[in-house]
């Protein structure tokens, strides 16, 4: 066994609504895993159970090779969890917070300094500060410390990023390659496609199931159709031109272009993207591109998640 | 269990509690101002006074002093009589609030050395209002006293007291242990139920839950800042009632600190079983009163006598736990007892104390669900 | 000329700490204005000033014409407003939203019918209309507090991070719905911490440290920093050091 995570078959409901559905992976020791899917995709549920809050109704699932329904304490002292919306204490400090959740692990502050060290010294100068004071990137930092201060074996971080500028998103990515160089496991959820490039394998996941597991640059070797780029002034005139094309699969804004999905697998996608700009020239856009790409996270994300039935009501 | 850890919750909490100004200060000052409201309160303001006179030798002073009560607007005379057995019959049928019974002699033993003498008689069946007839009839007559010796004229009147039908009550001084059962139930229950259904709005329950700490750490650290908390609002309720209505205390002050720390364990439970039976603060908060709050309250025999209440309703009272601190902070503050007598209460809090814990522990699941 | 929004040297202090700081900037009618930065640039502080919930310290702005000093109830009447953390009542039904926001704005009962019967059918929740919100998936319930945001025909309506953890599909359904708003005419002023959506607005401006960093379409601004995306324009201006970046 040398495996930090692994699930297999796990289900759980909430009344009605199944949160997760039949879900298998496993994540190895030392990897940085990435759940990337929406709110509600059952990312919360699926930590929750990996943390020995919930038990799953069927299926099982370990964490450092100890059952998360028996193993319940063993597990507890050894992983380092930091909840979405970052569990702080917002009428304390900084430090108090942080030296706090440390007591509550059985160490100090001083024993897990080295380990936090690269990202608490960028509050550190805010030590006084009370949390509800702080920014939300500065929050997101001091939530890592106070998960990471009792030198965990593997971090379990729900949605780190959510709710923090682009800049502090980067930031974060940055330090958790460093966690990662020291040979922590970590499994990680984010709503942000984009983020996903910083993992070693991605779990794409949306209404309880998992749509696809790949090391996040080879997700888009799989999408099976043309995927043309489309670049043109009117964006939503084009946007909806396009979807007239007879063979279009899907239409859809991307950035400053337009990413087209064609319906027949197996046409030439050079040869497609010159029917398209033929044929929105013939419709009175001036200036249009478009040509073949590779697809990306998220192009693989809409066609995994259109192909899968919707979810009718949110998870909790 | 790891002190350190148990350190550091326990002052986390008073972190939580010393920061909250708003809050703080509404826990301070209410033991204060319910003791000042609940006192004066009581001693609701009365009119028409129906006064009986007994004047066996009528004089100038008699005259004098009855007229000053009328003249108050607040006693109406029901009748004058040489013969005080009209006054039982008086009372008995509900006829008169507050006999005065002049000594014969009256004017004469104002101008001499014996003091001149007046009985109060006064109708206590509802204590409140029979203080209230007592204070004013004393007002009446320490006034008339005054003017006299403000004249150089060196008299002394002394008043005797007969509280008829309900004779030792005086309810300023019962209402105190009622008042500190309450306070406590509702800094107890209503501020653990609300503090940790807090940790489980704002998530870092689900933090606390994954760290190595067990459900009876977490109770003990959320439970010991508000036995604290108790404590300073016991001794604010005992000084304002000492300070502003001169209520005694005639038992050992550490007796009653003790068995308030076991009252406040029992509430401290039960706040503990509302929150992990709730998922907000506002359900948290409004199951802590109505389970707490009122039967300590009204089934307790602390604005209502037990023995008033209907023989099904009785029973009931059994099971809440301020009935036995009732009787428990009376005896030590009124009577001077100790646990010679109040062994029995003493025990029946005990046991609650142990059970309601042992169910505190039990619902505080270490899971999420 | 016709502006939605002017802002002229709009500050805002917080004792000594200045949130906003001399910001100038126009939104024309009928265009899709994002308004990035990073958390804590002033932001909130100043959609609060042109939504008339905060008084500028300095500086002038008028908000679909109306001064935000002196005409805050015009402005109320003639914005539309909704945001990732509150927008609809979860325990209300779709329809009771509706009708309540349509009340809260002046429509008359008959208004407020026509108008819900074209919104439900247009987003397609004509079935759910009986439905607690709190039932909706995220990305039904963000295009609903979209289209409620715009029931009173609002001329701008501010979008405060909008699309936070909502699905990718839904996300780019949420900006076809903004197009369609701003091609009735209807300005569009939005904050979101999705770069891509950025390259999606006519024109963008960065907010520093208090201060507009950079303003312009997102091809101007990439040509400028010479940039793939606005992401990295972004990256660039945020983390710049103080004082550098304006």
Known sequence: MSNAVDVRSLSKSFGSVKALDDISFDVAEGELFGLVGPDGAGKTTLFRILTTLLIPDTGSASVLGLDVVKDLWAIRSRVGYMPGGFALYPDLSVAENLEFFAAVFGTTVEKGYELIAPIYKQIEPFRDRRADALSGGMKQKLALSCALVHRPDILLLDEPTTGVDAVSRREFWDQLGILKASGLTIVVSTPYMDEALRCDRVALIHGGKILEIDPPRSIGTRYGLPLIAVRGGDRFGLLHTLREFPHAHAVYLFGDELHYTDKRADALPEAVARELGEYVAARGHKDVEAHPIVAGIEDSFMELMGSAPAPTATAA | MNLNALRAFVVKEFHHILRDRQTLTILLMMPLVQVILFGYALRSDVRDIRLAVIDPTPDNATIELQSRFLSTNRFRLETISKTPDVIEPLFRRGRADVALVFDPGFASHLRGVDPARILIAVDASDPNTGTTYLNYTRAVIARYQAELNAQNRQVQIVTETRMRFNPTLESVNLFVPGLIALVLVLVSALMTAISLSREKERGTMEVLLVSPLRPQHIIVGKVIPYLGLGFANVLTALLAAWVVFHVPFRGSVVLLLVESVIYTIVSLALGVLVAARTSSQRAAMLTAMLATMLPNALLSGMIFPIASMPAWLRPVTYIVPARWFIVIARGIMLKGVGLTILWRETLILSVMAMLLLAAAMRSFKPRLE | ?246
């Open chain 3, 1 to 246: 000329m016709n502006f939605a929004i002017d802002a002229r040297d709009l500050t805002r202090r917080f004792g000594s700490f200045i949130a906003v700081d001399s910001i100038t900037f126009d939104v024309g009618a009928g265009e899709v204005f994002g308004f990035l930065g990073a958390n804590g640039a002033g932001k909130t502080t100043a959609i609060k000033m042109l939504v008339g919930l905060l008084a500028p310290s300095e500086g002038v702005a008028h908000v679909a014409g109306f001064d935000i000093r002196t005409q805050r109830d015009q402005i109320r009447r003639n914005i539309g407003y909704m945001s990732q953390r509150f927008s609809l009542y979860a325990d209300l039904t779709v329809r009771e939203n509706i009708r309540l926001y349509g009340g809260i704005y002046g429509l008359t009962p008959a208004q407020i019918a026509e108008r819900a019967a074209t919104m439900l059918d247009t987003l397609g929740l004509s079935a759910n209309a009986d439905d607690l919100v709190a039932r909706l998936p995220l990305g039904w319930k963000q295009k609903l507090a979209f289209s409620v945001a715009l029931v009173h025909q609002p001329k701008i309506v501010f979008l405060d991070e909008p699309t936070g953890g909502v699905d990718p599909i839904t996300r780019r359904q949420f900006w076809e719905l903004i197009y369609a708003a701003a091609s009735r005419g209807t300005t569009v002023f939005v904050t979101t911490h999705y770069m891509d959506e950025a390259e999606y607005c006519d024109r963008i401006s960065i907010m520093v440290d208090g201060r507009i960093a950079a303003l312009g379409t997102p091809t101007e601004l990439k040509e400028k920093y010479g940039a793939d995306s606005v992401d990295d324009v972004f990256v660039r201006l945020a983390r710049a050091p103080k004082g550098e970046a304006a």
